[in-house]
């Protein structure tokens, strides 16, 4: 079973930065996160596949950078520019082919004050 430990998430102020880790337990296809807001629908905010082939959502493109190390099996997204629409729950996923059901991560808060 694939473990997935994500860090970095805390409380800003608008304009700050942050990155966000997860760490996996072994190699995986694609790797990224997702985010919810308290009352809005899960979204997925950035992924990577082990190519290094991005994928970011309109709303934080220029702002996000997702990136991984392969040989650590951990994936990065630097959050600069930071919104208050950015406050969510932030919640990594890992996926070890791209047809799998995806392995998530405890979640982590961000929250980005004005």
């Known amino acids: 079973q694939v473990q997935l430990v994500e860090s970095g998430g805390g409380l800003v102020q608008a304009g700050g930065s942050l990155r966000l880790s997860c760490v996996a337990s072994r190699s995986m296809f694609s790797m990224g996160w997702y985010r919810q807001a308290p009352g809005k629908q899960r979204e997925l905010v950035a992924s990577?596949?082990?190519?290094?082939?991005?994928n970011y959502k309109d709303s934080v493109k220029g702002r996000f950078t997702i990136t991984r190390d392969n040989a650590k099996n951990t994936v990065y997204l630097q959050m600069n520019s930071l919104k208050p629409e950015d406050t969510a729950v932030y919640y990594c996923?890992?996926?070890?082919?791209?047809?799998?059901?995806?392995?998530w991560g405890q979640g982590t808060q961000v929250t980005v004050s004005s």
């Open positions: 990577i596949t082990s190519g290094g082939s991005t």
């Open positions: 996923y890992a996926r070890p082919d791209i047809s799998a059901t995806p392995a």
